[in-house]
């Protein structure tokens, strides 16, 4: 399996990724659900635009985010860092992915955002006790 098919496979088995943005004093993290479009290499969140995460990436465009398998077998750790910019999603494709993935979410009338993916770093001991990926997009 190459590389980036790797991360992709990961990033579909789960759905939920913690968010990590900085103002001028303080990081911030957050957790968010999430839908993947493989073709842009982007994540579609939402978030309001009063949020402390989101005020904070309205000023500061550069975030990380995690997804990480949650075990004590050290075997099967398996997490991925992800680095880029989070930027409202104008686009209409990749807000139907996001409702098609959380339907229940039409009703919230949520604003959208994507994460534009520049780096991905995925960890994953099944292939050997640290094993990391890198990849940069």
Known sequence: MKDLERIEA???KHHLLTL???DNDAPYCSSAFYAYDSDS???VIAGDTKTTHIQNAL???KVAANIHLETKEIGKIEGLQIQGTLHRCEDENR???YFK???YALALHPTLWELHVRRFKLTDNKLGFGKKIVLEI
Do not use: D, S
Request: hydrophobic share 45%; proline share 6%.
């Open 10 to 12: 990961f990033i579909a």
């Open 20 to 22: 990590a943005t900085c």
């Open 41 to 43: 290499k982007t994540f």
């Open 59 to 61: 000023a500061n465009q």
């Open 95 to 97: 807000k139907k992915l």
């Open 101 to 103: 993935t959380f339907p």
